[in-house]
């Protein structure tokens, strides 16, 4: 099978050097163009796009390096190869200077060093692609990030200037700020992907929650507000800091604990750029308190706590867990009366179940997977095929694969799963 989607293209004006190339080529997987007409071979270049070009040298009317700088403007990311039974300097400097050349090959060649090359020549084409690709990818992000951050400037620039005729009204005002969060909310997605899922996934709740009849207009308006600010608390926090943390949280150093309870005001600093929301500001800062008076960073304690951080932080607790949905849900019941206010607990509670975005996700080395787990988005092979579908149930031969040397260097180290 070939080690590339790409051709490759020889060519040569001496037929039995060409078939000799070709054989050895072949015989190793590779899809292989020939020719023995450089002009020809141009308008090939026109028509495929080639992993890897070779080429004699001396061809009558075009020399190899005259074909290749030719080839260097129709398919500068091609690996060259020049074959040529003269090697001099004079060679070498119009092969530099015209032709972009990655290797020569001396005639005669050994076979051995032939292949070599050639897989060297087509690593390099693919590394120079996927550069070529990245780089694309990152120009069109940082397009979309400016649209969205230019969106957001004006946005906010309107709102506080009060010109907006949509945000003449309280209510008005705060759904176009909303609307301004959620772009926000994308760029935080592109930055930071897990931190992106759990906002999208908090301020889904607590929307659920609002619109119930649970809480005034003024503590709902609140509640979804500062919903979008919870994450960026943790933005320059090491992730499996924060892990370690979570699963133990007596057993951490003083100096990291001070610095890991200081995350919701970190959170609430970043929201001070909405000026007149002072119940939002208190709110965030509340989210890791409890009710019994154990939390952090104020050990607020029972009504002290703001009514919309009495459920903002049951939510937290759900979105943040590192256990399953129904252990979450377990806990969450038993800490009802200790960490958590037992009406909100219940209303909440009684929300979640019935809302189908319920299901929380979160990543997973590939290396801690077990069988049952059940994955969140496609898994792919490394060629992009699809090995299984978003909702597939892990299995342990599944896994093997997954877990195999190959698979993790050409993958991410870690996948998304429901739990």
């Given at each position: 099978m070939s080690e590339t989607d790409k051709p490759i293209l020889i060519i040569d004006d001496e037929e039995i050097v060409l078939l000799a190339i070709t054989e050895s080529l072949q015989t190793e997987g590779y899809q292989i163009i020939k020719t023995t007409d450089p002009r020809y071979a141009i308008e090939l270049l026109k028509e495929h796009e080639f992993s890897v070009i070779i080429s004699d040298h001396h061809m009558p009317g075009m020399t190899g390096l005259e074909f290749?700088?030719?080839?260097?403007?129709?398919?500068?990311?091609?690996?060259?190869?020049?074959?040529?039974?003269?090697?001099?300097?004079?060679?070498?400097?119009?092969?530099?200077?015209?032709?972009?050349?990655?290797?020569?090959?001396?005639?005669?060649?050994?076979?051995?060093?032939?292949?070599?090359?050639?897989?060297?020549?087509?690593?390099?084409?693919?590394?120079?692609?996927?550069?070529?690709?990245?780089?694309?990818?990152?120009?069109?992000?940082?397009?979309?990030?400016?649209?969205?951050?230019?969106?957001?400037?004006?946005?906010?620039?309107?709102?506080?200037?009060?010109?907006?005729?949509?945000?003449?009204?309280?209510?008005?005002?705060?759904?176009?700020?909303?609307?301004?969060?959620?772009?926000?909310?994308?760029?935080?997605?592109?930055?930071?992907?897990?931190?992106?899922r759990e906002t999208t996934t908090t301020v889904k709740l607590a929307k659920a929650l609002a619109s119930s009849s649970y809480l005034s207009e003024a503590d709902a308006d609140t509640l979804v507000l500062a919903a979008y600010f919870i994450a960026l608390g943790r933005i320059h926090i090491d992730e499996q800091k924060w892990e370690d943390f979570l699963h133990h949280p007596f057993d951490q150093k003083t100096e990291d604990l001070e610095y890991l309870h200081n995350v919701p005001i970190y959170a609430q600093l970043q929201a001070t750029t909405l000026e007149g929301f002072d119940a939002v500001h208190k709110t965030i800062r509340a989210i890791y308190e409890k009710w019994d008076g154990t939390g952090y960073p104020d050990a607020l304690k029972g009504e002290q706590i703001p009514v919309p951080a009495r459920y903002l932080m049951i939510i937290v607790a759900y979105v943040q867990s590192l256990r399953t949905t129904r252990e979450t849900i377990d806990y969450i019941k038993s800490q009802k009366g200790y960490a958590f206010h037992p009406e909100s607990t219940e209303q909440f509670l009684e929300t979640c179940t019935s809302l189908s975005h319920a299901k929380k996700t979160r990543e997973i080395m590939i290396s801690q997977l077990q069988p049952g787990m059940v994955i969140y988005e496609d898994l792919k092979y490394p060629s992009g095929a699809t090995l299984m579908p978003r909702g597939s149930t892990l299995n342990a031969a599944t896994i093997q694969i997954l877990q195999s040397s190959e698979f993790i260097e050409n993958s991410k180290p870690a996948l998304l799963i429901l739990s």
């Open positions: 290749f700088a030719e080839a260097n403007k129709l398919q500068p990311f091609a690996s060259r190869i020049l074959i040529t039974g003269v090697l001099t300097l004079k060679v070498v400097v119009d092969a530099i200077n015209k032709g972009e050349i990655f290797r020569f090959i001396a005639k005669p060649w050994i076979r051995e060093e032939l292949l070599a090359t050639v897989k060297n020549a087509i690593n390099r084409h693919e590394l120079i692609a996927q550069h070529s690709a990245l780089q694309q990818e990152t120009q069109a992000i940082n397009t979309q990030l400016k649209a969205e951050n230019d969106s957001l400037r004006k946005e906010l620039e309107s709102l506080r200037s009060n010109k907006n005729p949509e945000a003449k009204t309280k209510g008005q005002y705060t759904k176009a700020l909303e609307n301004a969060l959620d772009l926000c909310a994308r760029l935080l997605h592109q930055f930071h992907p897990q931190l992106g």
